[in-house]
């Protein structure tokens, strides 16, 4: 019978060696928040604390419901007065959406910008060059207006930098342990679950948002039933998505696909399990064997 490998935080798990600077066009959607009382207006309803970003930086950070289940996440990017949520191209008019139902009188502007705005994400052996990214890998982003865009992509061509693929971009978050919440996983999976708050994304120090009290209460008071590992699939044609349930050899569900991408030697997935499953063979709902698990948290962070 085929065995998953379970290895515990911080054993070796494969990672591309970066051999020359490489950019990722993104094709992310873009979000705007303007206006006097922007800075305010968001912290009032997202999970990190904005209030904590200074011009050119940028954290994650996500968007509860009220029973405290994640409507998405995002890097939150500060330019000047304006803040700019990427993330997903499927969850950019929901979202845009939802925040303007919470405007009010707030003297804010939310709108859609994706088409306006191009990213490319950025990754070299030490970091200068855009907005940088919140974890440890020398990667930052490049933000352009559209009608710019491929003449930027141009000057970094001509300084050597190799057009790596969206894909890469993909990859390069889930070794980082950095999840992804998209349409389909839209208010399935609380922020403990997708480790959120251990990758920076929630502050417990702010005020109070959109379903603060169930995630501060289980920080506080209880600990996550699920947290979210790093796996890998040796089958390079399994068809998987976000939200995909994986399951033990009788077909009990143990978890759910967070993200994943494809390598050539097979796919990478960030998946939240159940903790009890820990230790067990676990497939796909296919019946494909999840080869390696790898924890992303210490023990008493579980």
Request: aromatic share 8%; proline share 4%.
């Amino acid at each position: 019978m085929n065995n998953s490998q379970w290895h515990p935080l911080n054993s070796a798990h494969p990672e591309a060696t970066l051999t020359t600077p490489y950019y990722c066009e993104l094709g992310a959607g873009l979000v705007k928040v303007s206006g006097a009382d922007a800075a305010q207006f968001l912290q009032n309803l997202l999970t990190n604390d904005v209030m904590q970003l200074t011009n050119g930086q940028c954290q994650l950070n996500g968007f509860c419901n009220p029973k405290g289940r994640l409507l998405a996440s995002f890097l939150l990017i500060r330019q000047q007065d304006e803040y700019l949520l990427l993330l997903p191209e499927d969850q950019a008019s929901f979202i845009t959406q939802r925040l303007s139902m919470f405007k009010l009188r707030s003297k804010v502007t939310v709108e859609d910008c994706s088409q306006q705005y191009q990213t490319t994400y950025l990754r070299a052996d030490s970091t200068g060059t855009g907005i940088p990214l919140p974890w440890q890998n020398n990667s930052s982003l490049m933000l352009s207006e559209t009608a710019q865009h491929a003449a930027q992509l141009k000057e970094l061509e001509a300084d050597n930098w190799l057009n790596a693929g969206t894909e890469q971009f993909s990859v390069d978050l889930l070794q980082q342990g950095v999840p992804v919440v998209y349409a389909a996983t839209r208010e399935q999976f609380t922020p403990q679950q997708i480790n959120f708050e251990v990758m920076g994304g929630v502050s417990f120090k702010k005020g109070c948002y959109p379903g603060q009290e169930v995630v501060a209460r289980l920080h506080y008071l209880g600990k996550p039933s699920r947290r979210m590992f790093l796996c890998r699939l040796n089958n390079t044609s399994a068809n998987l998505n976000a939200g995909d349930e994986v399951v033990d050899a009788n077909q009990e569900v143990l978890g759910h696909i967070v993200n994943h991408a494809k390598q050539a030697d097979g796919d990478v997935l960030l998946v939240s399990f159940k903790l009890s499953a820990i230790g067990q063979s676990v497939f796909t709902a296919d019946g494909e064997v999840i080869s390696d698990i790898w924890s992303l948290i210490a023990d008493d962070e579980a």
